[in-house]
């Protein structure tokens, strides 16, 4: 009994064997496929923000791919988890450039784990365009494969401290950062700035802690600083600054885009509204940016987080950069989609972009924001406080 | 120099408060660890996970309430009562059966064995509870809904201020350590640990159930973690399935600086760490001028353990009522 139904098992088998492959050899009949990857933390406490990367690249690719597939090729996104960790995004790099068909990486959330990734994409000129990662090193390094369409923090940083010192007319800081690139980075600009700007800066402090930042809080409550800046995530700034208003900070606060997420309030509560955020994502005002996120909810049944527009539109740029580039109706070489990527002239939602010899866009936009809501639905109603359009600065050599 | 001396003065009472409210979090932390070590001399590294365990069960409870619009109708201390009783007895009951699953069947195995379960066992539960919340809330973080009764600030003297969770999280720590008082030097059930401390194979003889003592010393051990688990929500507000595993090792550290056996010591331990961790915090920049930062305060602390040790190799009690859990 027991033999006749490994034979049977056995021959359902062969037979599906027979059933698929000709089914699987169909689809790639046409001239091959494209593949799209993205690298974001997936999993654990930045997730919220790492997912929009994911999924506005995947409705770019969906929306944008009809070219390609007209002339034969199937277009895919592979994402990949980089848990925010530098080593899984380095290891996850290995991976995406022994699969051939990968042309683009759209990615990623953190300047810390972009930086030691992208020296693996180098290595075999697979080109990144980056929609979040605001660290100068970045495209300071030089690689011709390396882009981004957002701004930068040794720009971002001082925008933050001209409205403090400017706008807000504060007369006292107390800068805060995680230790990380991205929010050590950030807040080295800031300080520089501010000081510049006559703007005493009280302290500059570093910590890892995730949840009790008592023993913090208690010397800037001493201090009564005018501002308190946090170079920093979400995750991190969210508790950070809950807990500083508990305990009866009076001052105001102000951070980078880092803490751009609707998460920021759906941790912090109402304790947070009022607070101030520097960003190189674009509000979702404009008719473009709209449409984006009504096709985004509509898809997803969410709305966009930060970043997912610019995924939106590095996608969109990486696609034309490879429909230029399909000569003969053959898949292009990761070398001729790099060089290709720096020609793109494009305007999209976060407007005109053109990159500029090191892969930052020729003109960036950044924007104060200020919290309206502890509603995180309502994120995309935060204020516009201040919009500047800024050049990158060049290379110091 | 730019030492400010009378900022340091002034915000001594706030640091010191700050340091006996994470000391006494650590202190009920450290019980699971030392009372475990105390019966079996082993080291029960799923507890900071029996911790945290505890936490999420508070919120879910909290979140609950809240859901279905109660959180403001009741009372909060009777709120949060029932929140601790459920991390209590969750927790408890999450030790009692890691001992039996986990424990139990390698108690007579080399001593790395059952150590390296414990390990197995931390990192399942971590990745349960993560997987649990993303399929139920799909959430990692989880945020304590804050009361506002618990938020408000009472004013001791014109500069020193303290909220009423803080003052809950000592009060109930307090409780909580003077009940564990009576259990273990009162009843009979304490007389049974102890002896089982002191000789499991004197104590069987003599008529004493071991294998119900052990677990119950994992009941009340986890429980404490429970408890411990839903203040530290209710103080700190954030929660991740990660959350336990630092608190968990300087609880740890906090139970061998007291003299890991020994339940006062657990004690000793808890505020001493916690004290030293909030001086270094707030105290390194303002003393170096901002040459040592905040970020220092962990390195400070385990010196200072460090320095404890040497001179006292067996904790700072550990000595006077060594094998009495």
Redesign the interface.
Known sequence: MIRHRVWLVLALLAVLTVALVPASELGAQGKGTIKIATQSPL???Q?ALGEGIKLGTQLAVEQLRGNLTKQGFKVELVPFDDQAKPDVGVANAKNIIADKDILVVIGHLNSGVAIPSSEVYKEVDLPMISPANTNEKITDRGYPSVNRVCGRDDVQGPVGAEFAALTLKVKSVYVVHD?TTYGQGVAEAFKAEAEKKGVKVL??????E???????I??I???NPDLVYFGGIY?QG??FF??AR???VKAKFLGPDGLDSS?LV??G?KALVGLYYTTAAAPSSSPQAKKFGDDFKKKFGKNPEPYAAESFVATAIALRAIESTVAGGKAPTRATVAGAIRKVKYTGMTGAIEFDDKGDPKKASYYVMQVSSDNPEKWGDNKEAQRLAIAAPPLKK | MSMDFE?LV??FP??LL??I??GFMYALIALGYTMVYGVLEFINFAHSEIFIAGAFIGVEILLGLQGRGLLEGFPWPLVLLLALMAGMAASGLLAVTIERVAYRPLRAAPRLIPLISAIGVSFFLQDFI?LFESLWRNA??L?YP?MDAL?H?LELTATI?V?VKSLVVIVSALLMLWALHLIVNRTKVGTAIRAVAEDQAAASLMGIDVNRIISLTFLIGGAMGGAAGVL?GV??????PY?GF??GLKAFTAAVLGGIGNIPGAMVGGLVLGLL??????YL??LTG?AF???Y?DIFAFSVLILILIFRPKGLLGEVVRERA
């Open positions: 999993s654990g406490g997730a230790k302290a500059f402090e570093g910590t890892e995730k949840s009790n930042f008592d023993p913090i208690t010397p409550k001493a201090k995750d969210a508790p809950k807990q508990e305990k009866g998460d759906k941790i509560g | 900022l002034r915000i706030e640091v700050d340091g409210i994470l993560r990692f973080n945020v804050s938020n600030r201020d909220s530290f103080q700190y507000g954030l929660i991740n959350s630092i608190p961790e909030a001086f270094a915090a707030s920049s303002l901002g930062g905040a970020e305060k």
